[in-house]
């Protein structure tokens, strides 16, 4: 089993809909999740932190789930700007790996 | 926020030389670097994780006789691409942990280009 592992997408969704993505990780013993947005060409940027309780940051709702070993991002009203490409990030400790991103089209 | 700075953003070089990229925290201490290669239209792949003032950690498949990283004080870790080659050409990314959050702060990458 992959130590992180996303569904690279691509996720084609109409403007305004509702979209959510999970990453699921390996090691459970990781300590720390995140989710980073990557444009085209760009460094990744964080977009939130995941807590244990599950955090909302807007539009934008993560969440974890120890027991399954997996993160969720949800979006709502989904904007033509989300266009991206979403990293699932999981601090194991020793290092910080990345999945392979989940890319995201947002249609007019 | 954090800043992590990198340069140069870009560089176009003749095979067979060396390319030395910088990546710097500007406003915090950063024990740990870690740095990531990207290939177009495919993932982040660790490379290496640098420890201020011990040899670096190398990802399976890594060489590190290639890819030299020196991590000389807190605010600055270096990768310098040896003998490089078309096959190097790639966007390579640097970041830095702040503290114990696990959050990365990341460079602005820089696009090596081998020719």
């Known amino acids: 089993r992959k130590e992180v592992e996303q569904d690279p997408g691509p996720f084609n969704v109409p403007e305004g809909a509702t979209v959510a993505f999970n990453c699921t990780y390996s090691?459970?013993?990781?300590?720390?999740f995140f989710w980073y947005r990557q444009d085209c060409r760009k460094e990744p940027k964080l977009l939130m932190s995941v807590y244990s309780s599950g955090n909302e940051d807007g539009r934008f709702t993560a969440q974890l789930n120890r027991a399954s070993q997996y993160i969720s991002l949800l979006i709502r009203d989904s904007k033509l700007s989300d266009s991206a490409t979403y990293l699932c990030?999981?601090?194991?400790?020793?290092?910080?790996?990345f999945g392979k991103g989940t890319r995201l089209h947002i249609l007019p | 926020g954090a800043v992590v700075s990198q340069h140069p953003s870009w560089v176009i070089c003749k095979s067979g030389t060396s390319v030395k990229i910088e990546c710097r925290s500007l406003d915090f201490q950063a024990t740990t670097m870690f740095w990531y290669r990207q290939f177009p239209k495919q993932s982040l792949m660790l490379m290496a994780t640098s420890n201020e003032g011990s040899k670096a950690t190398y990802e399976q498949g890594v060489e590190k006789d290639k890819f030299l990283i020196n991590h000389a004080s807190l605010t600055l870790s270096t990768l310098t691409v040896t003998s490089a080659h078309p096959e190097d050409s790639s966007f390579y990314i640097c970041?830095?942990?702040?503290?114990?959050?696990?959050?990365?702060?990341f460079g602005e990458g820089s696009r090596l280009t081998v020719l």
């Open positions: 970041s830095a942990s702040q503290g114990n959050t696990g959050e990365l702060f």
């Open positions: 990030v999981v601090n194991m400790g020793d290092k910080i790996i």
């Open positions: 090691n459970s013993a990781s300590q720390s």
